[in-house]
């Protein structure tokens, strides 16, 4: 009998699952902290301890899937590599659309003369004389290209030749906007393209780590990795396009959701260690976002599942509020490395830090809080922010680390890139502190609650008197977010709320004074309709306060904590093909296939031409994805207009679906 793998590495934990290859039963599951410094090491501690507990031989597995939220995380949290922009035929106003400017970040832009018409014609020539005698000194401050011209999804060919140059110059990734959606809108592609280019390394070395571990423990399956949509695609694929992978874990825990609960109707929320991850499950079936996936603050053209992303969870940041007379507390959304738990890695120098910080009255700013180096390509930094990457070497406190208040903004720098991860106070410490997680060091997370408790307020008062009351105030601050984060995802899936913002809604005094039941001169009642699915490891901790509070019903199903490993290995592969039919004049039909433009004089001609190009395009993609026994389907959304009586073609879409099971290594 042959069985499946499934692996979901998330910012905390890698998660594993055996199941029968008819995908009914889970057969053994382990989970493993994320080794984020060699990620083989978390994925093959959770992959040997599943198959252990499913008493399953390594050569007895015949598939593999991957689910991650280090994409997701990595935008959410302004994180991922340097890249460069090359921007053909467009001028610097473009930049500001879409969110471009604020997606480089400062990274370097190339604007080239170039670029076509809306009919796929070339606008102006491709100055790739000027790309030349730019790239040598870009290539080492980089990890990759971003290339996105205009109207390349009407003709590729400036972007190719592009890509082409790049990569014969530099060696380094290059991503196309063409490659990542046939949409139009260049800045929105230019932006999808840069994101992509900037989380290529991270992908890669996740899926090569994977491959090390698999490779060494026997394991000759085929290795899936998890679109955003919920489909599956060949690990091979997923290197060049991981953008695809955004809402890759959410989009598993969809599918893990149903698979364990058999649910219709329900708000499925997963929660882990950076994000919380909640979409609508609608006659047990999640919506795809028309829009394309947002993450990060960031409208990509990435199909995805309808899911909305918070940075809130287990391990998110506790910022002290102090404006105000009373103080107050908010979490996310950036993730940072639980105290308890770099003490068990790190433990003498987090108690001798510790310690030192209780033994005076005098609150020091960086109390509690620690550097951890992460390694990774460190090219394109300046001076400052190699001098203190340099004084990194090791875990240490932040205070160590930094010489002057200048150095702060250098090593804030350091983390947005991933090459430094900061340690300090979250949600896991505050559930080590009451006692509802024991798997770290209990210990540490007092003593840094105990110092962040003593910082004062507005009022001069401290923010609790001891430990357990800021640890209580932090689980019940979680527990609001979270709440908000589920009211405003009903209220956008609510037709009757269309058009009015959610977050508003969500917030809005008159629900607050329902949930609480509220009776006055007015009586006032409000309630979740649709149950809320717990999903993630801490979700049993937090959410019976959560359904409390929103007055629904809560489903914490047996597996929750490994929904997402689950869900990786229960999916279908899939890729879509789409092309356009455009009419420049009358009895000219121009399809607008993958090798170029090709001109016919009827409707049909080309729609057939069309189609037939992207049936071959979307049945080899699908097979280079892992699929087999494909399953194709075509669909033709036809724009005409009528004049004088009779109908005028305008233009055509055709869209072509290839889906299948994925292939197996044997059984």
Partial sequence: MAYFLGVDTGGTYTDAVIVDDAAQNVLGKAKSLTTRADLALGIGRAADAALAAAGVRADEIALVSLSTTLATNALVEGQGGRVALVFIGFDSGDLERGGLTEALKGDP????????????????????ARLEAELPALAEQVMGFAVAARFATRNPAHEIAARDLI????????????ELSANLNGPKRALTAVLNARLIGMIDRLVAACERHLAAAGIAAPLMVVRGDGALISSAMVRERPIETILSGPAASIVGARWLTGAQDALVSDIGGTTTDIALLKGGLPEIDPEGAEVGGFRTMVEAVAMRTWGLGGDSEVHLQTAGLTGGLRLGPRRLMPVSLLATEAGEIVHAALDRALATETAGEFDGRFVVPMGGQAGG???????????????????????????????????????????GVTPSDASHVLGRLDVWDGAAAEKALTLIARRRTGAGDRFAPDAATLAQAIVDQLTTQTADCLLEAAFAEDPAFAGQSPAALARHPLLAAGLRGHSGVVALSARLAVPVIGLGASAPAYYGAVGEKLRCETILPEHAGVANAIGAVVGQVSQRATGLVSSPGEGRFVAHLPEGLQTFTSQDAALDALEAALRADAGRRARAAGAEDLHITARRDIRAAEV??????????????ASGRPRVAHG
């Fill in 109 to 128: 832009v190339i604007l080239l003369d170039g670029g076509h018409s809306h009919a796929g014609t070339e606008a102006a020539a491709l100055d790739l």
């Fill in 167 to 178: 990569r014969r110059l530099t060696g380094r990734p290059v991503t196309c906007s063409h």
């Fill in 381 to 423: 930094l300046n001076a400052r922010e190699a001098t203190v990457l340099a004084r990194i070497t090791r875990p240490m406190p932040m205070a160590q680390a930094l010489t002057t208040r200048i150095e702060v903004a250098a090593l804030e720098r350091l983390v947005a890139r991933g090459l430094v991860m900061i340690s």
């Fill in 644 to 657: 004088e009586g009779r109908a005028m073609f305008i233009e055509a879409t055709v869209t072509v679906t």
